[in-house]
């Protein structure tokens, strides 16, 4: 099995190795879990005028262009906020190598009211290619990488797979 990476698999390799291992090989429980449906639902009911869900060759999912040339990426908490970053580099990487680089990005975190602004650097180009390639080591194992209790486990949706 082999596919594309995509954002969210950026964004799970910077959350948890073993949480993008499962994600890649589809082993998926997302749905139910209450910090899904929190998201799905500040997705539904926020920036409604603005265009949203622009989808290229299904391995972006950008959350929504709302002024010219900036990337918005849409997230409820700024914990895991180096992950988002990540993911959001990537989608301006992934533009880039197909000749969009005059675009920039944004996070926006609407229940805090906040946003920050995120750039691609070369050097995040040179750490991007990195990481791509140690992803595809990681859902290329045959079994699930090493379990590490973290803060974030007892909010994720693979809690049962890993812990019981
Ligand atoms: S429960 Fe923890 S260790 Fe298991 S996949 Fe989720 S974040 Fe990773």
Redesign the pocket.
Known sequence: MKKEITGVMVYYYE??K??LW?FYNEIQMEQGNENVEIGKAIDEETYKRDKKHINIDNIINIDFIRSKGILHEVKKSNKIEEASILQVKYYLYFLKKREVDNIKGKIDYPLLKQSIDVELTDQDIILIEGILEDIKKIVALKNPPP????K??KS?A??D???I
């Open positions: 959350v948890c073993r949480k499962y379990l590490e209790k973290k974030i486990c994720c693979y809690y797979l890993c812990f």
